[in-house]
């Protein structure tokens, strides 16, 4: 290597772990055009394309390096976390591999592979990466803060999971995100003063990616206003909105306050419906307000439910249109004659856990062949080729193509209203169901996908009087749940 050319590379490391992305990757093609089979050049310029989410070019950079230099441990490393941006896991696997195979003491590698057999759903291999990374790296907070998700999530061990998150919070005692994910684990616990207290650092978490509705006005803290003018507002999906709202009564209860909400515009009409006999006024978030205070649904826990008996009540705080409520009962009574009329969701959106929440519907054979029900499909998304195939075993699913359960929570509300009885996954139609006091069977993941608002164990939900809990009992593996629909449904 010239002299000037590790100049121009020692200055292109500098500007780079500067953060001055432009001037490193103009310094890193400066080195390639006076030698383009520099390795530590084609790397680390691999490296800031991935970054910038150019994999594809990210993963010939990389590989070219590899060509040059093929026992660089960290080569392989990075090459791997090119490949999984590009969902190539088995690649991506394999370059991990290799990076701790050159190198036993390289911590990434560890740490990432072990990410990666974890998203396959390789748990018990994955915790042991982790392990061996923190071993090598005790204050690799970052590691530390997935096991201890890991072991709470995946394989149920909260005991170990409390030890890592305390753990995880004394090394790091200002990460926003560590909070937050110890605050959900212990509100999943039960321990609802410690967690709510530390769910509030959501607000400081980079990657909580919730707009603040707040106005501008200071945070209510529970005192009584004495009808001057409190704002509630709704953050995070419109699942999240649903659920938090049945405390919205008992807030304007504590507050002896003139109460406004503002929730997502897809709730507003279904919202002033069901709270307008409560003098409760409902706008759009953003919209101006005459207000003293202001709280978001996720912080009223902290002032309402900070133990378990805090939860009586039934959940129901909704009421659906009761003309178009009718008018689908009717139409699908029509259809059904004597069978039950059923609704049905089984898949996620949910881009990080909906995968682990979603049950393929031909696994559900068992309940959906039951002859006394008629079922109605309540799956946002395009789901017709599925309802479609399940007619060759002899199922049949009603797709109403007059209620659009995505943008119009109205009408899906009217729909859930107008059923017997719902069976779903964990999503926004169990928040629907569960607010309009509608008989759910929500079926629920072992380990990852389980929302802590989900309790650990037992049938019962704390937030909706009216949904019944049916338990996968291997992580991955819903036949048997399947089977226990179908016992729950007859």
């Known amino acids: 290597?010239?002299?000037?050319?590790?100049?121009?590379?020692?200055?292109?490391?500098?500007?780079?772990?500067?953060?001055?992305?432009?001037?490193?990757?103009?310094?890193?093609?400066?080195?390639?055009?006076?030698?383009?089979?520099?390795?530590?050049?084609?790397?680390?310029?691999?490296?800031?394309?991935?970054?910038?989410?150019?994999?594809?070019?990210?993963?010939?950079?990389?590989?070219?390096?590899?060509?040059?230099?093929?026992?660089?441990?960290?080569?392989?490393?990075?090459?791997?976390?090119?490949?999984?941006?590009?969902?190539?896991?088995?690649?991506?696997?394999?370059?991990?591999?290799?990076?701790?195979?050159?190198?036993?003491?390289?911590?990434?590698?560890?740490?990432?592979?072990?990410?990666?057999?974890?998203?396959?759903?390789?748990?018990?291999?994955?915790?042991?990466?982790?392990?061996?990374?923190?071993?090598?790296?005790?204050?690799?907070?970052?590691?530390?803060?997935n096991l201890a998700m890991l072991l709470w999530e995946d394989l149920l061990d909260e005991a170990a999971a409390e030890r890592h998150f305390r753990l995880l919070l004394a090394l790091a005692p200002d990460w926003a995100a560590a909070h937050m994910n110890h605050g959900l684990f212990r509100l999943a616990s039960g321990a609802y003063a410690e967690g709510w207290?530390?769910?509030?650092?959501?607000?400081?978490?980079?990657?909580?990616?919730?707009?603040?509705?707040?106005?501008?006005?200071?945070?209510?803290?529970?005192?009584?206003?004495?009808?001057?003018?409190?704002?509630?507002w709704g953050e995070q999906g419109v699942g999240d909105q649903i659920l938090y709202g049945t405390m919205l009564k008992d807030a304007q209860q504590r507050s002896r306050a003139r109460m406004i909400v503002a929730v997502d515009r897809r709730l507003i009409g279904l919202y002033r419906r069901s709270l307008a006999g409560d003098g409760i006024t409902v706008v759009a978030r953003g919209e101006m307000v005459d207000a003293v205070a202001q709280c978001p649904f996720g912080s009223l826990g902290r002032i309402l439910r900070q133990s378990v008996s805090d939860f009586a009540g039934s959940g129901q705080y909704l009421a659906a249109d009761p003309a178009r409520q009718q008018m689908l009962r009717q139409r699908y009574r029509d259809l059904a004659g004597a069978r039950r009329i059923v609704g049905i969701a089984w898949r996620s959106a949910n881009a990080d856990i909906g995968l682990h929440k979603s049950i393929p519907l031909e696994t559900l054979l068992p309940a959906l062949q039951r002859p006394d029900v008629f079922w109605v499909n309540l799956q946002y998304g395009d789901v017709v080729d599925e309802i479609s195939r399940l007619q060759q075993a002899g199922v049949a699913i009603l797709h109403d193509r007059g209620v659009d359960?995505?943008?119009?929570?109205?009408?899906?509300?009217?729909?859930?209203?107008?059923?017997?009885?719902?069976?779903?996954?964990?999503?926004?139609?169990?928040?629907?169901?569960?607010?309009?006091?509608?008989?759910?069977?929500?079926?629920?993941?072992?380990?990852?996908?389980?929302?802590?608002?989900?309790p650990a164990a037992g049938e019962a939900s704390r937030w909706y009087d009216c949904v019944r809990i049916i338990r996968q009992e291997q992580p991955g593996d819903w036949s048997g749940t399947a089977q226990s629909l179908a016992v729950a449904m007859a």
């Open 1 to 145: 290597m010239t002299s000037e050319i590790a100049s121009l590379l020692q200055q292109a490391v500098v500007r780079h772990q500067a953060g001055d992305i432009a001037a490193a990757r103009e310094l890193y093609a400066s080195v390639l055009r006076r030698d383009p089979r520099q390795a530590d050049a084609l790397h680390l310029l691999g490296v800031i394309c991935d970054q910038s989410g150019q994999h594809e070019a990210a993963v010939d950079l990389i590989e070219r390096a590899i060509a040059q230099s093929p026992d660089a441990a960290e080569f392989h490393g990075n090459l791997g976390t090119a490949l999984l941006a590009l969902r190539r896991m088995d690649a991506a696997e394999a370059a991990y591999r290799r990076a701790i195979t050159l190198d036993p003491a390289y911590v990434e590698g560890y740490y990432n592979l072990g990410n990666l057999l974890r998203e396959r759903g390789e748990t018990i291999a994955a915790k042991e990466l982790l392990e061996t990374a923190l071993r090598l790296q005790p204050g690799h907070v970052h590691c530390r803060n």
């Open 197 to 232: 207290a530390e769910y509030e650092w959501r607000w400081r978490n980079a990657d909580f990616k919730e707009r603040d509705w707040s106005m501008g006005l200071p945070r209510w803290r529970g005192e009584a206003l004495d009808g001057k003018g409190l704002l509630l």
């Open 405 to 454: 359960g995505l943008q119009d929570l109205d009408a899906l509300a009217a729909q859930v209203a107008a059923l017997d009885a719902v069976v779903a996954v964990s999503s926004t139609t169990v928040h629907v169901a569960g607010a309009l006091g509608i008989p759910t069977l929500l079926l629920l993941p072992r380990g990852r996908g389980r929302l802590w608002y989900w």
